[in-house]
């Protein structure tokens, strides 16, 4: 009994944390883990947040109150929600470091023609 109940204080205190990283990432748009010379976030960063937040506030819901029936069906239908938002979030992340590396090589492609072209003098 006294394990369990160590397990739950736990749990609520690392979702509790991850709900305050959420709100964070949600409100201003930065991963406090990145740098703070980032400039312009992503607004992708802000799903990630609501994420966190329905997660880990749906589970601190669970543990601290103990629902069943219907109510912890809505509480497992919001973390599958947020699960759903952290797919997207890697789908779109993956999606743009792959639009910035083709870009990348686009331009490098574009210097190597410049370079190797002949100039035209009048």
Same mark, same amino acid.
């Given at each position: 009994?006294?394990?369990?109940? #160590?397990v739950?204080?736990? &749990?609520?205190?690392? &979702?509790?944390?991850?709900?305050?990283?959420?709100?964070?990432?949600?409100? #201003?748009?930065?991963?406090?883990w990145r740098?703070?010379?980032e400039?312009?976030?992503?607004?992708?960063?802000?799903l990630l947040?609501?994420?966190?937040?329905?997660?880990f506030?749906?589970a601190?819901?669970?543990?601290?109150?103990q629902?069943?029936?219907?109510? &912890?069906?809505?509480?497992?239908a919001?973390?599958?929600?947020?699960?759903?938002?952290?797919? &997207?979030?890697?789908?779109?992340?993956?999606?743009?470091?792959?639009?910035?590396?083709?870009?990348?090589?686009a331009?490098?492609?574009?210097?190597?023609?410049?370079?190797?072209?002949?100039?035209?003098?009048?």
């Amino acid at each position: 009994m006294i394990a369990l109940t #160590i397990v739950q204080l736990v &749990a609520v205190a690392l &979702a509790g944390l991850a709900l305050l990283i959420g709100v964070w990432m949600l409100v #201003i748009a930065r991963r406090p883990w990145r740098a703070k010379d980032e400039e312009a976030p992503p607004p992708r960063i802000r799903l990630l947040g609501l994420s966190y937040i329905l997660v880990f506030g749906s589970a601190m819901v669970q543990v601290v109150l103990q629902v069943r029936g219907d109510a &912890a069906l809505g509480l497992g239908a919001l973390m599958v929600m947020g699960g759903a938002i952290v797919v &997207a979030y890697v789908w779109l992340d993956l999606r743009a470091k792959r639009r910035a590396t083709l870009s990348d090589a686009a331009v490098d492609r574009l210097r190597k023609v410049r370079s190797e072209a002949p100039s035209v003098q009048s």
